[in-house]
């Protein structure tokens, strides 16, 4: 069974600070992962995907097939990074989207 | 483009009545997958229609069933309510298919409760 977990809740870090947002995932396959992003009052969006390999408002995600995780990170955090975070996982012939429970990030000014 | 709508925002039933949430995808999307949000969780999929026909559907009774129209827009409709159906349920539209670019739009949302 497919299962995406983001262990913590909740994060809070300095402006400035380095942030990590982990999730593990468990999938017989080679699933895409993807990280969505939902700012206070904002609709749910999409912030970066494992096969694009690409920075997003200087967050990056690296796919370890090894330890079946896609951590966020962010080398310098802002306090605009202050929003729910939920990692999610598209299984091999599917069309949708297994979530995480999301972790809230703080950035403290 | 205003993106995906959905209707309406939000609602109150009662134990055992009927609901009908509405929602148009956004301009260019012919697909549009519901998922259902409980307070602390993450989303969980519904179930997901192109081309008017489902096409696939997480783990949810029957009480749960869709349609979608040949102008794309969908709507979600749940039967004899539940305590535990009261959520936030979400829209997102898409292209079909499995094509590394093809990502979901999603809607605001229609918050439901339930009492």
């Known amino acids: 069974a497919q299962r995406v977990t983001q262990p913590e809740k909740l994060l809070s870090v300095f402006k400035g600070a380095p942030v990590e947002l982990k999730c593990n995932y468990s999938?017989?396959?080679?699933?895409?992962l993807f990280w969505y992003v939902q700012y206070s009052r904002q609709r749910l969006q999409l912030l970066l995907r494992?096969?694009s390999r690409e920075s997003i408002k200087g967050f990056t995600a690296d796919l370890n097939k090894g330890e079946t995780s896609f951590h966020l990170k962010k080398p310098f955090a802002q306090e605009e990074d202050s929003a729910m975070y939920y990692c999610?996982?598209?299984?091999?012939?599917?069309?949708?989207?297994?979530f995480g429970t999301g972790t809230r990030l703080t950035v403290i000014p | 483009d205003a993106g995906v709508t959905q209707s309406p925002t939000h609602l109150i039933k009662t134990r055992g009545q009927q609901v009908t949430l509405r929602c148009s995808p956004k301009s260019g999307h012919d697909t549009v997958s519901w998922y259902q949000q409980a307070l602390g969780q993450g989303p969980q999929f519904i179930f997901q229609y192109y081309e008017e026909e489902e096409r696939q559907r997480g783990n949810f009774p029957d009480r749960f069933s869709g349609h979608q129209f040949p102008n794309y827009s969908s709507e979600l409709n749940v039967n004899a309510l539940l305590l535990g159906d009261s959520a936030l349920y979400l829209c997102a539209s898409s292209l079909w298919g499995l094509s590394g670019a093809n990502v979901l739009t999603f809607g605001a949302g229609s918050r439901l409760t339930v009492l």
């Open positions: 999938y017989s396959g080679s699933p895409e």
């Open positions: 999610a996982l598209r299984g091999v012939g599917a069309n949708n989207l297994f």
């Open positions: 494992h096969i």
